[in-house]
């Protein structure tokens, strides 16, 4: 009957991993197992089955792409955009080795590597599809919201019949010609590796998607150094776009740093913003350049809100992504400008570990839970799909299990 050594049937198993990957706690699964499956099922269950689980979807994802113990099937055409897009997230976790109750390792705080593979349409232009900014991205209320700081008191031009973006993923407010690709289907990886490690990762699965024979293929990350290796070691081939809202967000506070008052602040914002729209990114470093002259280089002990440090850094940051910022040429290929897409799914990854009361085992229990989560979130079916096919015999040999969460608190 496919019954596994803690006498679960595989449909057991199959609902409880499910629940697990969908609820916010063991406790909460446990509830949803008893009132809407109808089968009582304990929360050290629930944690021994998706430790279980977990690992075993870490197995399949670093197998070889080539063999049967690849995590999905091969699709059978090339997708026409492939996109990449990658981003860090947080996690807290226990110390290793330590026994039940909360042992925090440093502030307990550590970053988890996510990234989202998208088979994409993707329209082509000969000429720019929207060379005007998008009307969210002249609006302060929803600036502000982007650079997670105070809007400003200014008269933008009908301000009060801009539209915000109500999405989670900071999407342009664009007009009924949508130049952007559409998403068809995404395959999601989070893992607490080193970002060595995970660039292989997403190697592997960008080869089992075939994205290497797309016939146009994007890399998108924001300023993250790790992102960029990631993308030189493994994708090379792929168009490298840096996130237009990180380039806007180092705008904006560039512009606060060099002028006082609020009207003249917005201004200079959007005289930026609008020339990076454009890929006027050698004209906004000029002027940047200007000011760097004019108010000096920060002392060593500046403080991270000296105008002169704001200044130096946002410099910094967009020299070292000027050949990433040629907006006008993605748009007229057909590719995003925006990692709206990793946004939106580290939000949804951060939902099921993040958490002031959630504590991991590092690495074992956190590294099972996002396997888990990924699979859930992957368009593919791939969490049900390795449910339905894994071993369930008492007689196969169980791996053991991570321990998740240990005592207290359990997430």
Same mark, same amino acid.
């Given at each position: 009957?496919?019954?596994?050594?803690?006498?679960?049937?595989?449909?057991?198993?199959?609902?409880?991993?499910?629940?697990?990957?969908?609820?916010?706690?063991?406790?909460?699964?446990?509830?949803?197992?008893?009132?809407?499956?109808?089968?009582?099922?304990?929360?050290?269950?629930?944690?021994?089955?998706?430790?279980?689980?977990?690992?075993?979807?870490?197995?399949?994802?670093?197998?070889?792409?080539?063999?049967?113990?690849?995590?999905?099937?091969?699709?059978?055409?090339?997708?026409?955009?492939?996109?990449?897009?990658?981003?860090?997230?947080?996690?807290?976790?226990?110390?290793?080795?330590?026994?039940?109750?909360?042992?925090?390792?440093?502030?307990?705080?550590?970053?988890?590597?996510?990234?989202?593979?998208?088979?994409?349409?993707?329209?082509?232009?000969?000429?720019?599809?929207?060379?005007?900014?998008?009307?969210?991205?002249?609006?302060?209320?929803?600036?502000?919201?982007?650079?997670?700081?105070?809007?400003?008191?200014?008269?933008?031009?009908?301000?009060?019949?801009?539209?915000?973006?109500? /999405?989670?993923?900071?999407?342009? !407010?664009? $007009?009924?010609? =949508?130049?952007? #690709?559409?998403?068809?289907? @995404?395959? %999601? *990886? +989070?893992?607490?590796?080193?970002?060595?490690?995970?660039?292989?990762?997403?190697?592997?699965?960008?080869?089992?998607?075939?994205?290497?024979?797309?016939?146009?293929?994007?890399?998108?990350?924001?300023?993250?150094?790790?992102?960029?290796?990631?993308?030189?070691?493994?994708?090379?081939?792929?168009?490298?776009?840096?996130?237009?809202?990180?380039?806007?967000?180092?705008?904006?506070?560039?512009?606060?740093?060099?002028?006082?008052?609020?009207?003249?602040?917005?201004?200079?914002?959007?005289?930026?913003?609008?020339?990076?729209?454009?890929?006027?990114?050698?004209?906004?470093?000029?002027?940047? /350049?200007?000011?760097?002259?004019? !108010?000096? $280089?920060?002392? =060593?002990?500046? #403080?991270?809100?000296?105008? @002169?440090? %704001? *200044? +130096?850094?946002?410099?910094?940051?967009?020299?070292?992504?000027?050949?990433?910022?040629?907006?006008?040429?993605?748009?007229?290929?057909?590719?995003?400008?925006?990692?709206?897409?990793?946004?939106?799914?580290?939000?949804?990854?951060?939902?099921?570990?993040?958490?002031?009361?959630?504590?991991?085992?590092?690495?074992?229990?956190?590294?099972?839970?996002?396997?888990?989560?990924?699979?859930?979130?992957?368009?593919?079916?791939?969490?049900?799909?390795?449910?339905?096919?894994?071993?369930?015999?008492?007689?196969?040999?169980?791996?053991?299990?991570?321990?998740?969460?240990?005592?207290?608190?359990?997430?």
């Amino acid at each position: 009957m496919g019954f596994d050594a803690r006498e679960l049937t595989p449909l057991l198993v199959t609902r409880s991993a499910i629940a697990v990957a969908q609820t916010r706690a063991f406790k909460k699964a446990a509830i949803v197992m008893a009132d809407v499956a109808g089968q009582p099922v304990s929360a050290k269950t629930l944690e021994r089955v998706a430790g279980d689980v977990g690992l075993e979807l870490a197995q399949r994802r670093d197998a070889d792409p080539k063999t049967d113990a690849a995590l999905a099937q091969r699709p059978e055409l090339a997708p026409a955009l492939a996109v990449v897009e990658c981003d860090g997230g947080r996690i807290r976790t226990r110390q290793p080795d330590h026994g039940p109750g909360v042992h925090l390792e440093g502030k307990g705080w550590n970053e988890t590597k996510n990234a989202c593979l998208i088979r994409a349409t993707r329209k082509m232009f000969a000429e720019d599809p929207q060379p005007d900014p998008p009307e969210c991205f002249c609006n302060p209320e929803h600036v502000a919201k982007i650079a997670e700081t105070e809007a400003l008191s200014v008269a933008s031009p009908d301000a009060g019949e801009q539209r915000l973006a109500e /999405d989670d993923e900071h999407e342009p !407010l664009l $007009p009924a010609a =949508d130049w952007r #690709p559409k998403r068809l289907v @995404r395959t %999601v *990886l +989070a893992s607490m590796a080193c970002s060595k490690d995970f660039g292989k990762q997403m190697a592997r699965e960008a080869k089992r998607r075939r994205f290497g024979q797309a016939k146009a293929k994007a890399f998108l990350g924001d300023g993250l150094p790790w992102n960029w290796s990631i993308w030189k070691r493994h994708f090379g081939d792929y168009t490298p776009i840096l996130d237009f809202i990180h380039a806007l967000s180092y705008l904006y506070a560039v512009a606060k740093a060099v002028h006082h008052d609020a009207q003249d602040v917005w201004n200079q914002y959007l005289v930026w913003m609008s020339g990076c729209w454009r890929g006027e990114i050698d004209q906004i470093l000029e002027e940047l /350049d200007a000011w760097q002259a004019k !108010l000096g $280089p920060p002392p =060593d002990d500046a #403080p991270d809100n000296d105008p @002169r440090q %704001v *200044l +130096a850094k946002s410099f910094n940051y967009l020299t070292n992504n000027r050949e990433r910022m040629t907006y006008p040429e993605y748009r007229k290929a057909g590719m995003p400008v925006t990692t709206a897409w990793m946004e939106s799914l580290v939000k949804e990854i951060n939902w099921r570990v993040k958490g002031t009361e959630m504590f991991w085992n590092n690495p074992q229990g956190a590294e099972a839970m996002l396997q888990i989560r990924a699979a859930a979130l992957s368009d593919d079916g791939r969490l049900k799909t390795h449910l339905h096919s894994r071993a369930g015999s008492p007689f196969t040999r169980r791996l053991k299990p991570p321990n998740m969460t240990q005592g207290k608190n359990k997430s």
